[in-house]
T-cell receptor
Framework: ETGVTQSPTHLIKTRGQQVTLRCSSQ?????VSWYQQALGQGPQFIFQ???????GRGNFPPRFSGLQFPNYSSELNVNALELDDSALYLC??????????????FGEGSRLTVL | AQSVSQHNHHVILSEAASLELGCNYS??????LFWYVQYPGQHLQLLLK??????LVKGIKGFEAEFIKSKFSFNLRKPSVQWSDTAEYFC????????????FGSGTRLSIRP
């Protein structure tokens, strides 16, 4: 058990809709990263938040956005959903040093299906 | 471009067999290297990591990996696998200059026959 919790665990949306996924990081961790894992693929880095600021972004369009709150919980928002957005979205926390050593603590993910 | 390649998509072994999973990376500069594991129905978790120093690193559950800089490789090994090692294994890398971005390989599914 990592202490990283994500909600919802499963959800179904239709093309064009918007979705918000939530993540509570492990106690004491101030850095949150979001990953997209398509079926049969490894996790793809979306972005990272450190102390409420975006601290690195992967090759995802601007319709993927995020927030980090003072308690270090985080949200991932995806606008104008496309079929290819169907995937498992993973949240991972790390810290507390602020220097990312790469040791990530993952939640169980939110599985998004876009119809 | 930065990337991680895992050579085997699916590996099937019998219990007590030796395991080696291949991982090669393409990344400019100094790197940190990782192996993560996902057991059935569980979350991704760190198996072992290399930051610097001895290129042979040991992780949990008897796993080890060797960093060979000249080959850009970080292969995972275990001398004798158990049925409980059935899982998906992901190699990952990040660079000291871009520490926030960890790149994962596509994963290797390991199935152990009892």
């Amino acid at each position: 058990e990592t202490g990283v919790t994500q909600s919802p665990t499963h959800l179904i949306k239709t093309r064009g809709q918007q979705v918000t996924l939530r993540c509570s990081s492990q106690s004491g961790h101030n850095t949150v990263s979001w990953y997209q894992q398509a079926l049969g693929q490894g996790p793809q880095f979306i972005f990272q938040y450190y102390r409420e600021e975006e601290n690195g972004r992967g090759n995802f369009p601007p319709r993927f956005s995020g927030l980090q709150f003072p308690n270090y919980s985080s949200e991932l928002n995806v606008n104008a959903l496309e079929l290819d957005d169907s995937a498992l979205y993973l949240c991972a926390s790390s810290g507390p040093s602020g220097a990312n050593t790469g040791e990530l603590f993952f939640g169980e993910g939110s599985r998004l299906t876009v119809l | 471009a930065q990337s991680v390649s895992q050579h085997n998509h699916h590996v099937i072994l019998s219990e007590a067999a030796s395991l080696e999973l291949g991982c090669n990376y393409s990344y400019g500069g100094t790197v940190n290297l990782f192996w993560y594991v996902q057991y059935p129905g569980q979350h991704l978790q760190l198996l072992l990591k290399y930051f610097s120093g001895d290129p042979l690193v040991k992780g949990i559950k008897g796993f080890e990996a060797e960093f060979i800089k000249s080959k850009f490789s970080f292969n995972l090994r275990k001398p004798s696998v158990q049925w409980s090692d059935t899982a998906e294994y992901f190699c990952a890398v990040n660079g000291w200059s871009s520490a926030s971005k960890i790149i994962f390989g596509s994963g290797t599914r390991l199935s152990i026959r009892p």
